[in-house]
């Protein structure tokens, strides 16, 4: 589930595809994503996206910056898949450290 939001921006349709199917994309590295939100607005000269993306108990966070939307939008998704790889890498580590007791 995505939700969008925006201040002092207008979401076109066009926009509101795009930033759906990066979310798509995310969601096809990692099933365990539950909701999505993404905050559209204009500060001075520039465009700026926060997202915030749940993901079983954590929430990943990422803003970024462009001079027009779509380069923000594409910023902070990329932003948000670095942390998404981490987080990953974190749960595999945390599974593979485990021993059995006998």
Do not use: C, W
Not at 6 to 28: C, D, G, M, N, W
């Amino acid at each position: 589930m995505l939700k969008l939001s925006s201040r002092h921006v207008e979401i076109t349709p066009h926009l509101r595809e795009h930033i759906s199917k990066q979310f798509e994309r995310l969601a096809k590295l990692d099933h365990g994503i539950i909701q999505g939100e993404v905050t559209l607005t204009r500060d001075r000269a520039f465009d700026v996206a926060e997202g915030k993306i749940h993901v079983g108990h954590t929430f990943l966070t990422a803003s970024g910056r462009g001079t027009n939307t779509y380069t923000a939008v594409n910023e902070m998704f990329d932003k948000v898949r670095v942390q998404l790889g981490k987080y990953e890498g974190r749960i595999k580590t945390r599974r593979r450290g485990r021993t059995r007791k006998l």
